[in-house]
C-alpha cells in the first residue's frame, strides 16, 4: 500500500509561485495515476490536475491551465508547479493516488484509492 505526503504549500503573494510534492513511501508511483486536489473553506474537493500513469498525459482543472504543470520526477515524487497564484488558488492541496488510469475519471475523487494528508496554500493579495 502506497503512502502520499505533500509538501512545498505555504504563503505567497498574488503573481507569485509554490511548487508542490506529493512523495511516496511503501511502494512507487509507476503503476498509479495521481491526482492533484485542493478544498477551499465551505467548498467541495475539486481537481486540480491529474497524471496518468500509462503515458503520462495530463488533465488540468480550466482556471489551471497555462498557470499549472503536473510532472513525474522519479518513481517516488510527482509535482505541482503553480505560477501567476491568484487568491482563488488557495486551499488545501491534496495529492492521491488511483489504480484507474481513465482520463475521463480522475478528475473525480472517487477514482482515487489513496490519500495524503494534505498541504495547505495561502495566497494574498
Known sequence: EVQLVESGGGLVQAGGSLRLSCTASGDTFDDYAIGWFRQAPGKEREAVSCITSADNSTIYKDSAKG????????????????????????????????????ELVLPLPSAYNYWGQGTRVTVSS
Do not use: W
Request: charged share 20%.
Open 67 to 102: 498557470r499549472f504543470t503536473i510532472s513525474r520526477d522519479n518513481m517516488a515524487t510527482v509535482y505541482l508547479k503553480m505560477n501567476t497564484l491568484e487568491p482563488q488558488d488557495a486551499a488545501v492541496y491534496y495529492c492521491a493516488a488511483s489504480h484507474n488510469d481513465g
